[in-house]
Structures are given as structure tokens and as C-alpha cells.
């Protein structure tokens, strides 16, 4: 069965536009026979889609699996989970898919991309109904992962000098095992080749074979249909091509496949070759002005960003980190600590805002910015923070000191935790069950972050 599975990949990458520039077509042909005999003869041996993905890739021993190797063990460096958890779970968190990824799973209900207007996509809740696969495959902010929220400002946040994308794999973990005891973990497999890649090999090479029809759309909706996705109903050789690399791009997602697809594609040059959409610097427990060695390549760091043009966004420790880099100054403010919900006046509305006079925001610290960093503008002041909000003149950089990330429960949370030292803190918790702004903040990072002009927000 291995060595069907085997032929038939390697005939799709032999007639694959890298391989077959001429695209000769008698490739095709020959590769989408040897993957409908790879795809028929596994089926009619016991191999099958498993009704749970996230079960694949957790199951030492597994009908859909066709080919795989022992995976690493879960505790050591190297290991599946120690490498991939987050550091909140005792993990290193080394391993951090791309919001492009993120970005590509659709919409359950509808089956449509995030970009569809018609998808159902909330930009306030972006990972709220979306295909099955992508809890299965992504842990992300906010999602609950061995008894917790995974918060990337908190205890899951980067270790000095990482860079993180605040995304983790979910597959091929297990939730049972403790990082921190050493306990619960059981054998895996790394997965080489399965049955969802039979069905997916045989759809992209007879569509360009013969086109598409419904040999091609019963391949693509066997794997959607096991996820709980819509059927694909079909289009153009050129639509249902797109589909199918798609298709690939989630189904098989953190596999070792997306790789060697966008090479045989060639697309590689134009899908990798990307600037970042932009580095974002959250909040941290410490003080700017301690100028401790990681601060200092931080901001160092930040600054080579920003003179480069990279989109930069700070928010509370980020926004003093960036202030004190260039230029500005940042101290302990003579106000004391700032809890709960805070409003602002909006002094100027940039093209990524809408015409909002005033916000209100969660606030958390008590170091603010006391000298305004040269080339910056003031966005949105208070007379509690005249600084609230920067951004730079000549460079795409902005920086806020508040906290549209944080849900009014955690922002109570952490009042509580500090309770005995933060100013008439009932108050403070009490506020935070107002209306706030932070959709609204969260919706113009997203502009900037895209270079998107304004639209009137409700």
C-alpha cells in the first residue's frame, strides 16, 4: 500500500508546473490513474477517513494512517509537546503557525473565506465558527487549553528575544500530558502519508487531466465532509485548482507538505516572499525605565522596525518601549496606577480610524509617557494619559497605552490579584461593566495593520 501511495505522489509532483513546465498532459493522466488506484486499493483494504481528525495525530495506531514514523517523546528538548506547548504549559513554544494559515481556514456555516462578506466572519470574535479543523490543528488566544485561556500578555507570552506569532500547534499534542510533572504523555506517530492525501492527490491531478466533474468534487467533499464542512460545488479548472490547494493547505496543514507544494506549484516565490504584515509589542509586568539588557534589544529592535517601515504597534509596555526608543521619555507617573476602564478624547483621526470622538478602553499601569518621541502625533489623550495614543508622521508606527485586547473579566482579574495595592480598585472592577471601545480599537489595528482606509463603524 505504501509503495501505491508512494507512486502516485510522486507521478503528481513528475507532472506538477516545476517538474512539467511544458504541462504535458499525458502526465497527468498517468498521475491521476496511479492516484485513483493508490486512493481505491487503500480503500478496499481497510484504510479510511477517521471520524475525528484531531484523533490522527494523537493515535499511535490508526485506519486512516497509511505511513508514519515513531514521533519524538514528549519531555525532552525536541520533544513533540515540550516543543510545541506554550510556555505557559512548561513548553518552549518554538513552533508558531503564521496568521496566513489562520487566515485561510472558512467559515463552517457557509463554507465561504473570511473575505467573503457573505462568510458570517466576525472580526470581534475571529475564531468563532470557523472549519472544525482549525481548533483541531491551532491553539489561539483566549482558547482553553489544559484547564486555561491561553493569554499571550500573561503567562504565555515569548521569552525574552523569541519571536512569537501567539499561535501553537493543537495537533499532534496531547492535553493529558504535564509538562511541569512529567506525566500523562503516550506514544505517537509522525503521520507520512494518510487517506485524505490519497483523496486530494487523485482530485488535483484529474482536474488537470480531464477537468473537473464529480470524480474531482466527491474527492474534495469526502475530506470536507469528514471536518463537518459544506460541500464544494464546484467551478472553473482554474476555481476547482485553487480549491484543491486550499483544500491541501488545511487538511494538511503542519504536515510537511505546504513545503514541497508551493514549490512544485511554483508559487513559492510569490506566496514566501512576503514582508510581515506587521510586529506588534504587548504589555509585560516590567518597567521600561529598569533598561534591563533584554529591554535594551528590544528597543533597539524596535527601532530598526520602525526606521525600515515595518508596521509597528505598541500597546501599554510596547507603546513606552517604543516612545523611550526613539526619543520620547517614559517614567513612573506621578498619577499613580490607571485600572479599570479609561475614556479618551480623540485629538486626530488617521485614515485606518472612523469618526469616533471618544473611546473607552481597559487600562492596566502606572509607567506612562511623559515626553512625546519627536515625528509622533497625538491620536487620543485623556488628562489622566495626555499620551494615550501615537503615531509617527513619516513611517507606519502607532502606539496605544491602553489595552483593547483584554476582556473586562481578565482586567478584574488582574485588579484582584493586585488588590491591596491598586487605587479604590471596586471601583475600578465596577467600571468595566460598562460599554467599552475595544471592538472598535481592535477593528482599527486590523486597518493599519492592512493599510485599509476608514469605514464608519456603528
Known sequence: MIVLALKGRVLLYNASPLFNPANDQSRWVAAAEACRAALDTALNTGYALHGNYGEIFIQYFNREVIWSRPAPGAFGDGGIDREMNPRGANGYGN??????????YEMKNTGL????????????????????RFAATI???GAMWKGRLLDPNGADAPRSGQI???YWPRKYQLESVNLFAGTGATDRKWVLMRTAELYLNYAEAENEARGPGSAVYNAINAVRARAGMPDYGGGSKDAV???IRRERRIELALEDHRFWDVRRWKIAETIDNREVHGVIVTGSASHVAEQTGWMVRVQEGLAELVRNAVPTLGICFGHQAMAEALGGRVDKSDKGWGIGLHSYRVDRTEPWMDGADEISVPVSHQDQVTVQPPGTRVLVSSDFTPYAALAWTDRPAISFQFHPEFEPEFAKALIAARYDRMPEPDAAMASLDRP???????EWI????????TGEMP
Open 95 to 104: 513552533i508558531n503557525p503564521l496568521q496566513e494559515l489562520v487566515d485561510d
Open 113 to 132: 473565506p473570511i473575505t467573503d462578506p457573505a462568510s458570517g466572519y466576525n472580526p470581534q470574535r475571529p475564531y468563532d465558527g470557523r472549519d472544525p
Open 139 to 141: 491553539l489561539y488566544p
Open 164 to 166: 512569537s506569532t501567539n
Open 241 to 243: 485548482r485553487e480549491k
Open 436 to 442: 467599552d471601545d475595544r471592538a472598535r480599537v481592535a
Open 446 to 453: 486590523r486597518r493599519f495593520l492592512r493599510s485599509e482606509p
